[in-house]
């Protein structure tokens, strides 16, 4: 869920899922798993970022901000993160790590809370939106790829810093796709046009 979601009543998005065939959000945050071939699987892991943000805590509203348990999610991020088996992590979240951008940027929470436990676990990639923007992002000496995906339906002004690998405002989504040890991550623009694409390996 990202900000505007919190504007408004999350429950009802979560519960949406129960009479729609194509809406699923099974909770606030969540995770499965799911085999890429006999050897390799992938654990996906969602969070709900907003209430790690101090900023919606203290602005009016964001009426379910303030029931959320932020220290029960953080809990079980890292009981998750340590029991998972998988040889791929990617973990998604509305608001970025690292960002860019001049709207928002580096969100500061984020790098204090949710970063130390993707290091430590392993995980390769983290996945977020906010910024209207696409971006790559990866930190010399890091093992986490940081990817921006944010122009599905507005883009803004681009920017980039001393992490930054690819940046571009242009209106694309994202598509992954993995085949055993590697994973691929494209954007793709309104005509079909790949815009970016890399590849790395889990290890």
């Not at 992490?163 to 209106?171: A, G, M, P, Q, R």
């Amino acid at each position: 869920m990202g900000n505007h979601d919190y504007k408004g009543n999350t429950q009802a998005e979560i519960d949406y899922s129960k009479i729609s065939r194509r809406w699923r959000l099974t909770d606030h945050y969540y995770t499965f798993s799911k085999k890429v071939n006999d050897s390799i699987s992938a654990r996906f892991i969602f969070l709900d970022t907003p209430p790690l943000v101090e900023e919606y805590h203290k602005k009016d509203g964001y009426p379910d901000v303030v029931n959320q348990d932020t220290a029960k999610q953080m809990r079980w991020l890292k009981e998750v993160l340590s029991n998972a088996k998988e040889q791929w992590i990617l973990v998604f979240g509305h608001h970025p790590i690292y960002s860019a951008s001049k709207k928002h940027g580096n969100t500061k929470e984020m790098i204090a809370r949710v970063k130390p436990l993707l290091e430590q676990y392993h995980a390769q990639i983290y996945f977020c939106g906010h910024d209207h923007d696409l971006q790559h992002l990866h930190e010399k000496g890091g093992k986490v790829d940081y990817i921006v995906t944010g122009t599905g339906g507005e883009t803004r002004e681009y920017s980039s810093n001393e992490l930054s690998i690819f940046s571009k405002s242009e209106l694309a989504f994202s598509a992954v796709s993995m085949k055993g040890d590697s994973l691929r991550i494209c954007f793709i623009g309104v005509k079909g046009n790949i815009i970016y694409n890399f590849s790395r390996r889990y290890k």
